[in-house]
């Protein structure tokens, strides 16, 4: 019986906690919202450029490429729904 409940603790313990993963989303949402207010994103608003793009561009399109894939990251990790499993159909 211990063998059983050694294996059973050890796949729970691989599996990602939902709540976790929810949590990071809300830091994740939090993170952007910080990094795209009008005083930082001032911060990068100079005159270098990088072959011919300039700064500012690249920093808002970085921030916003790196939320797509976090939240891209994030939602692959993210497992489905107990309670929407067997439910599509009904109504």
Not at 61 to 68: C, D, E
Not at 78 to 90: F, M, S, T, V
């Amino acid at each position: 019986m211990r063998k059983s409940s050694a294996l059973c603790a050890a796949f729970w313990a691989k599996m990602p906690d939902r709540r976790k993963i929810v949590g990071g989303m809300f830091l994740l949402t939090a993170a952007g919202l910080m990094l795209l207010v009008p005083p930082l994103v001032h911060l990068f608003n100079h005159d270098f450029t990088v072959l011919g793009v300039p700064q500012i561009v690249l920093y808002l399109f970085g921030v916003w490429l790196a939320l797509i894939v976090a939240t891209a990251v994030l939602t692959n990790r993210l497992p489905p729904d107990r309670i929407a499993e067997g439910k599509e159909g009904e109504g």
